[in-house]
Every structure is written in structure tokens, then in C-alpha cells.
């Protein structure tokens, strides 16, 4: 008999664990609090953007191996392995974790589990909860509250929005944080198609499963600062960026992966994951061993000024009745995850110093109307674009990629781009008769070839 797994919690993470766990043949009972997303992913309808899902989760429900409910007790008698991934989102006003519905499920998950089951952490939490999750957990069993036998072990995630599919299905790597031999072999029979594929697993204990996340993120992030620093640099000695950061990627210790300036980062991972991983490191008295992260986030929060700046600048200096079109609401291509948006919070300060701002983005504009509804939204790129004085391109998305100059400019009323994400090139938007602004790179057109 195969495994039967729940997932609690169905947003991005819970909801494309349960679909691609039925998908590798298990029997999925996923659970949230939301009962209209418990009843739009009963209908066959993924409730964010996320490539490819939504067919697996049709295919897994018809096959009857997937449904959803928002019963702790039904989620209990079900599932002998059950995955906790529910939201972790930064304290309003606090750099700490949110804990509040970690600790919600799990004091409605311990109670009706059942005797010798697996409860599996995979939301990204602060070092020392998996630990004091595990002394209510042995409370619970001493006092009878919690059925016997049942082991906690953390699993952290690194999937990434835009390619969760394929990251669940085929993880570069699996981390297991246990602590029994029984833990580790549940997880090992629950992830055994994955592993069965040669997928690396690193069988840590609790306090470095819960690490490993962070620490990814964190590493991730300091790329992504790294090289906007160099950018601020290239922006004082008239270097290129693009330039430099091709020139570092040739180096294999380097590499050219997320070595890409820009904007920067954002969503609902990145930003909350360094901040967390801060304070929790003053907590543990360890704050100066992560001051680093505090440099990355204002390098990365810089980015944001710069870009505005830029805008302006474009603008003639003031944005006073000025129209800018901004290309891009959510916080990277292929999602509609707006959570700590760049090109949200650019345009928003945009539009607060007096600019009218049209906005446009392929998925991302229910999320954002809902958060912004003050911005100008449109159907499309040329119709946020109609008459505007400045157009930003705030967010990769492959269509604005393949944008063509000339059309663009012709319904523009000046051309005026700043490219936020510095993939656009700027031989051809020159080309076309566009004042092409980037970070990073010289902000002066150069001098025509003879
Ligand atoms: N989104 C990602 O790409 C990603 C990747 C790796 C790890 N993570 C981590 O996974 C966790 C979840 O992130 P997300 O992006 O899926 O968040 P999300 O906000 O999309 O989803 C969280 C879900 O939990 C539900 N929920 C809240 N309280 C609940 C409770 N008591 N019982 C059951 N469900 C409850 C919410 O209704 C929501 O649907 C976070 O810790 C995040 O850091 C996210």
C-alpha cells in the first residue's frame, strides 16, 4: 500500500507539494483554513500562477488519488505522513518570523494524528522552532494528548515559484532533519520515486535542516546584492555591469547564475528569509556573524530608489504630470506573486510623487489591483504604454523581452525607457530613437559608430 500523505497549508508551496505528490502515485489529502482555495483546488482550479500545475492537478483529482478539505480530523485519520507548509510571513514592523500559523497547525494537527504517523515541517522557519515544536510534541505524548509513536522531522523546500513543478518532481537535493532511524526511513519511503531518480539527500538534525534554508537564501541573496553593489560602483566610474558581471560568470568559482544586476529581489521568500534569519541570529547573540545580510537587504532596497530616480531623471526631473507605463507587477516572471514586489513598490513611489502610473503584467494584475488598486491598470503592453512619457520594465517576463522598439514607439508619447532587469537591448531601443536607461551601465547614449 502506498503512502497516504496530507499537506496542511495549500498556497505555493502546500498546494504544488500535494498536486506532484499524487502525481508520483501517492494518495494526497491536502488542508487549509481557506475554504475558498479548498474549493477551487476541489474544482480543478489552481488559485495563483504557477506553470504547468494546474493540468497535474485536474489529471491527480480525476485519477482520485488528490482532494482537499478543510478537516484537521479528516487530515488525521488519513495520512500517515503529514507535510505542515503554511505561511511564515515577516511581524508586521519586526524583522522575526511570524509564527503564528506554524503553531496553529500544529496545535490542530498533533491532537488527531494517528499512532506512529510522521509530522514533517517544510514551511522555512527559524533555527530552535522544529526543536520546541518537538517539546510540545513529547508533552503531547506524555500526557496522552498525542496519539503514540509520532515523530516530528523537518524537510525544508527550495523550490522556486515559476519552475515548482519541476523542482518538486526533480529536487536538486532533499534535506531530512531527524531524529530516529524510523523518521528517516518514512521519509525516505514518502519521497522514494524522487529518490529512486539518484536525487542527493542530506540527513541532518533538526537545527541544520532548519539551516540549510536560510542559509540557501541567504547565500542567494548576497549574489544578487553583490553584483547590484558593483552596479552602484559602475553607475559612479561610467562602467557596465553587464560587462563585468559577463566577465566574472567566465570564472567557474563564481559562476553566472544569479549574478544578474538589476532591480533586485523580492516575493515572499527572499526578503523575509534574511530578515528572519537576522533576528534570530540576535536572538542566538550570533547578530554579528549575519550584519552582512543587513548590507544586503539596503543594497537591495537601493536598487528601488535608483530605479525611481532613474525614472525621473528621464522624466525631466519631476514627475509632475508625467504618465509612466510600468512593465511588470509581479516579483519575477512566471508567477503572480506580488508579496515584496520590486516593480510594485517602484511603481507605487512613482505614482506617489505625482506620476500617473498604467501598469501592466501578464499574470500578476488581479494580486496587485487587489494590494495597489490606486494604480492605472491595463489589458496589455501597448495599452499601458499609450501615451506614456516614461515606460519601465520592471519584471522579465519573456513577452516584454520580445517587445519590438519601433512598435512600442509608435504609441508612446516620448521615448523613454528605463530597463529595470537590463535585458533588453540597448543597441536596438537606441536604434529605434529610444533614451534607453539601465542600472549599472552608462546612462549616456554613446557616440554612434563611424
Ligand atoms: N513560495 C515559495 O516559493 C516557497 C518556497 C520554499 C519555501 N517556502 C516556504 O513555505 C511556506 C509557505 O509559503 P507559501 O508561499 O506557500 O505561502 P502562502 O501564503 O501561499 O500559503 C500559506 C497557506 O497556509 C494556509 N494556512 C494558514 N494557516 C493555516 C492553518 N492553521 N492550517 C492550514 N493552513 C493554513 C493559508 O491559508 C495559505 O493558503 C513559507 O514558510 C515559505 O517561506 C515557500
Not at 500535494?18 to 481557506?34: I, N, R, S, T, Y
Not at 494517528?114 to 510534541?137: C, F, H
Not at 524510523?182 to 541532518?204: D, H, K, N, W
Not at 503584467?361 to 488598486?373: K, Q
Request: glycine fraction near 10%; proline fraction near 5%.
Amino acid at each position: 500500500m502506498p503512502l497516504r500523505l496530507t499537506v496542511l497549508g495549500t498556497g505555493y508551496l502546500g498546494a504544488t507539494h500535494a498536486v506532484c505528490m499524487a502525481e508520483l502515485g501517492f494518495e494526497v489529502l491536502g488542508l487549509d483554513v481557506d475554504e475558498t482555495k479548498v474549493a477551487r483546488l476541489n474544482a480543478g482550479e489552481v488559485p495563483f500562477f504557477e506553470p504547468g500545475l494546474e493540468p497535474l492537478l485536474r489529471k491527480n483529482l480525476e485519477a482520485g488519488r488528490l482532494r482537499f478539505t478543510t478537516s484537521y480530523e479528516e487530515v488525521g485519520a488519513f495520512g500517515d505522513v503529514h507535510f505542515v507548509c503554511v505561511g511564515t510571513p515577516q511581524k508586521k514592523g519586526e524583522n522575526a518570523a511570524d509564527m503564528t500559523y506554524v503553531d496553529a497547525s500544529f496545535a490542530s494537527l498533533l491532537p488527531v494524528v494517528r499512532e506512529g504517523t510522521l509530522v514533517v515541517g517544510k514551511s522555512t522557519v527559524p533555527a530552535g522552532t522544529a526543536e520546541r515544536l518537538s517539546d510540545g510534541l513529547e508533552a503531547g505524548l506524555a500526557d496522552g494528548s498525542v496519539a503514540p509513536g509520532v515523530e516530528l522531522a523537518w524537510n525544508p523546500e527550495f523550490l522556486r515559484e515559476g519552475f515548482a513543478v519541476e523542482d518538486t518532481l526533480t529536487p536538486d537535493r532533499l534535506v531530512f532533519g531527524v531524529r530516529s532511524a524510523r523518521s528517516e526511513q518514512q521519509l525516505r519511503e514518502a519521497f522514494g520515486p524522487v529518490l529512486a531518480l539518484g536525487t542527493p539527500v542530506v540527513v541532518t538534525d533538526f537545527a541544520t535542516a532548519q539551516l540549510v534554508k536560510v542559509a540557501a537564501n541567504a547565500f542567494l541573496a548576497t549574489k544578487i546584492s553583490f553584483i547590484n553593489a558593483m552596479a552602484e560602483v559602475c553607475e559612479a566610474t561610467g562602467g557596465d555591469v553587464t560587462l563585468l558581471s559577463k566577465a566574472l560568470s567566465y570564472d567557474t568559482r563564481i559562476g553566472g547564475r544569479f549574478l544578474q544586476a538589476g532591480l533586485g529581489f523580492g516575493g515572499g521568500c527572499l526578503p523575509k528569509d534574511i530578515r528572519a534569519f537576522m533576528a534570530r541570529a540576535g536572538e542566538l547573540g550570533v547578530d554579528q556573524a549575519l550584519s552582512f545580510l543587513k548590507e544586503v537587504d539596503a543594497i537591495n532596497q537601493r536598487r528601488r530608489v535608483r530605479m525611481v530616480d532613474l525614472a525621473r531623471e528621464l522624466a525631466g526631473g519631476s514627475f509632475g504630470g508625467v504618465r509612466v507605463a510600468v512593465l511588470g507587477a509581479a516579483f519575477k516572471p512566471n508567477s503572480d506573486d506580488i508579496r515584496d514586489s520590486p516593480a510594485l513598490d517602484v511603481a507605487q513611489a512613482i505614482q506617489r510623487q505625482g506620476a500617473a502610473v498604467t501598469l501592466y503584467d501578464p499574470a500578476a494584475m488581479e494580486n496587485a489591483r487587489v494590494a495597489v488598486p490606486e494604480l492605472g491598470y491595463r489589458r496589455n503592453t501597448m495599452e499601458a504604454c499609450k501615451g506614456a512619457d516614461v515606460v519601465l520594465h520592471l519584471t522579465e517576463w519573456a513577452e516584454f523581452r520580445e517587445m519590438d522598439p519601433e512598435v512600442l514607439g509608435g504609441v508612446v508619447a516620448a521615448r523613454n525607457l528605463v530597463d529595470g532587469r537590463n535585458v533588453l537591448d540597448p543597441v536596438a531601443w537606441r536604434a529605434a530613437g529610444w533614451h534607453y536607461r539601465a542600472l549599472g551601465r552608462p546612462q549616456v547614449e554613446p557616440l554612434p559608430v563611424e
